[in-house]
């Protein structure tokens, strides 16, 4: 049987030096990144420009081969409370069922000491009964991240007591985004952040991530589409994909009482 010796590397995003921040990136099967969008410019927006702080990053090597990763982003749910999403998982297919992912969890865990964790993973995948078992709970169970469709109008009202995304976190994760273009659109003075989404033939279609107010609407451009998606449901919106995902919360140090808006999701 071959021999294997398991080198865990755990830190905060400032930390890591420039080579563990390439493995971090590359994709496992070749010397590039992980995808096109997934490279050195995302990285340093998603981790290194984070309005919140250091996330913190697990890479485990053998024989200097990356064999498993995954991070908990920092991604507070409200002003101090300090939260991480656990995201990037990743697990060499010959290396599973050695307790790698577990001996991941546990060390950004406890690097996490004192502070929340939550995670959106889709019944379907491996990690998600690998995640309860580990002692996380079920925040909720159901059909989240269903994609809805409606008309402009019914998407605002399906959205009017939600509570608008925070202009610091806005400028952050959206507008500054390397990775996805940002839009927006107005109906009688109130506003809707919306993510472009481009299909074969640059057809564009158009996702609601959540209400803005007006400070930075200007650094987004205006569109008017008549259709829009969303994953917020709402009187006289049409469900067109069912997507079963749970919201899981690890309790060792906090709990959180109220719901996790989907545009915190990565």
């Known amino acids: 049987m071959e021999k294997f010796e398991l080198n865990y590397i755990c830190k905060f995003t400032s930390e890591l030096s420039e080579k563990e921040i390439n493995d971090f990136v590359k994709d496992p099967f070749s010397d590039k990144p992980t995808s096109a969008d997934f490279d050195?410019?995302?990285?340093?927006?998603?981790?290194?420009?984070?309005?919140?702080?250091?996330s913190i990053h697990?890479?485990?090597?053998?024989?200097?081969?990356?064999v498993g990763k995954q991070a908990f982003w920092r991604n507070d749910l409200e002003p101090g409370f300090e939260a991480y999403q656990q995201i990037n998982l990743f697990v060499s297919p010959n290396m599973r069922r050695k307790g790698i992912f577990t001996e991941m969890t546990k060390r950004a865990l406890k690097l996490a000491h004192g502070s929340y964790s939550y995670n959106f993973p889709d019944r379907s995948q491996n990690s998600a009964p690998g995640f309860l078992k580990f002692g996380w709970e079920m925040k909720k169970d159901?059909?989240?991240?269903d994609l809805y469709i409606g008309l402009k109008r019914n998407l605002f009202e399906s959205l009017k007591a939600a509570p608008p995304i925070p202009d610091e976190y806005?400028?952050?994760?959206?507008?500054n985004s390397p990775v996805h273009e940002y839009c927006y659109t107005e109906l009688n003075g109130r506003y809707l952040l919306?993510?472009?989404k481009r299909l074969v033939f640059n057809i564009k279609i158009?996702?609601?991530m959540g209400r803005i107010g007006t400070n930075y609407i200007n650094e987004l451009k205006k569109v008017n589409p008549v259709i829009f998606l969303t994953y917020n449901s709402g009187k006289k919106l049409w469900r067109i994909r069912k997507h079963r995902v749970i919201v899981i919360e690890n309790t060792t140090y906090k709990t959180y009482n109220g719901p996790i808006p989907l545009w915190r999701a990565d």
Do not use: A, C, M, P
Request: charged share 20%; proline share 0%.
């Open 40 to 54: 050195i410019e995302w990285f340093n927006w998603q981790y290194k420009e984070n309005i919140f702080g250091d």
């Open 58 to 66: 697990v890479i485990v090597y053998s024989n200097d081969e990356v």
């Open 142 to 145: 159901g059909e989240y991240f």
């Open 170 to 175: 806005l400028i952050w994760r959206f507008i």
């Open 194 to 196: 919306l993510r472009i």
């Open 206 to 208: 158009y996702i609601v």
